[in-house]
């Protein structure tokens, strides 16, 4: 792009409440996910093209709980594919907020370009009085067209706040500022227009990364089994029966894991599924913790929640099954 080019933001669209519509404008809840397409969108923002010259495709049109690999695999090809024309300065991809951080890990690890690309999602629908809406896809629309936002990972932007896609998670159900990275803290603040970056992500992302999903078909089948007391074996044996190549057990504290479920996960490393320990406490690193797990070949999701961890296993069991490969996974991204 020669210096004075306008820049070129491609939006993709995937549904969510952003594309939702309410019976009124005072409905918050219960309204209608994935209704408008993204021309509706983006026409709702004309000042979008203040900012950039935009280009818009449906990716999909769904409520983000019942997001699926086959549409991730699908948008982060096209995020490939729209970033490697030079005319295009960076992408928006539009998402519903229950799975936000989920896909935007994704994008964060399999985006093969340094262009700035943002996922932006909306707490009200487009029906409500003060949407949220408008003004998020204006900010991102902003962020992706701004240089200061190359190389920094993907991002996420609600609520007049620029989070990093691995740190960040959803808190809250109904807040607009329901994303936060509670302990990382966000990326940078978006006020008067302008982009005020605090500080830059120190985990390997985008074109950093090992992961290549340009030509993938399908991810490996990775389950998530949350811990509780009287936890037993029975969701880790649907998970081996369901055939999966990896299971996260969302422990308790420190990834901790009831003496009831152990024998179920030993049996599934022994039968070769890659096992990582997360912890649904939400905050801190689970660490390496007992020499039994450890040598079975129990992995540690150090510093991130179970559904991240849940994306990187899949990712990492592209490439590997090796355990210390995946252990360095999870320290390196
Ligand atoms: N409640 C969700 C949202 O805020 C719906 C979804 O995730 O699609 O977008």
């Known amino acids: 792009m020669s210096e004075n080019a ?4 491609v939006i993709l669209a995937t549904g969510g409440t952003i594309a939702g519509q309410g019976a009124s404008g ?21 000042q979008l093209t203040d900012y950039a010259e ?10 983000s709980s019942s997001m699926t690999d086959e549409i991730l695999l699908r948008l982060s090809q096209r995020v490939n594919a729209v970033l490697e024309d030079p005319a295009v300065t960076g992408v928006v991809v539009t998402h519903g907020t229950d799975t936000l951080e989920e896909t935007a890990y994704f994008l964060n690890l399999t985006v ?13 629908p487009s029906t409500a009085i003060s949407a949220d809406g408008p003004i998020n896809l204006l900010n991102a629309v902003r962020l992706a067209a701004d240089p200061v936002a190359i190389d920094r990972g993907v991002m996420i932007v609600l609520n007049d706040e620029i989070n990093g896609a691995r740190d960040c998670t959803k808190t809250n159900t109904t807040g607009l500022g329901t994303f936060k990275a509670p302990e990382a803290g966000l990326l940078g603040y ?65 990834g901790s894991v009831h003496d009831d479920t152990l024998g179920a996960l030993f049996k599934a490393r022994d039968q070769g599924i890659a096992v990582a320990r997360a912890s649904r406490v939400g905050n801190g690193v689970v660490t390496e913790d007992c020499e039994e797990w450890t040598e079975a070949g129990l992995l540690d ?14 990712l990492g069991l592209t490439i590997t099954d090796d355990p210390i490969q995946l252990q360095r996974m999870f320290y390196e991204y």
């Open 6 to 9: 306008r820049p070129t933001v």
């Open 26 to 46: 005072t409905q918050m809840t219960g309204y209608h996910v994935g209704d408008l397409g993204v021309e509706a969108l983006v026409a709702a923002v004309p």
């Open 54 to 63: 935009i280009r818009a495709e449906q990716i999909a049109n769904i409520q």
């Open 112 to 124: 093969k370009s340094a262009k700035p690309v943002i996922v932006v999602g909306a707490m009200r």
């Open 190 to 254: 978006i006020a008067g227009g302008r982009h005020y970056f605090i500080k830059k992500t120190a985990m390997h992302h985008t074109h950093q990364t090992e992961f290549d999903v340009r030509r993938l078909k399908a991810l490996p089948r990775v389950d998530i089994v949350y811990s509780y007391i009287n936890a037993d074996h029975v969701f880790v044996e649907a998970a081996i029966a369901a055939g999966a190549k990896g299971i996260v057990h969302a422990g308790t504290g420190n």
């Open 301 to 314: 999701a150090a510093t991130l929640n179970p559904q991240k961890t849940r994306i990187l296993l899949q």
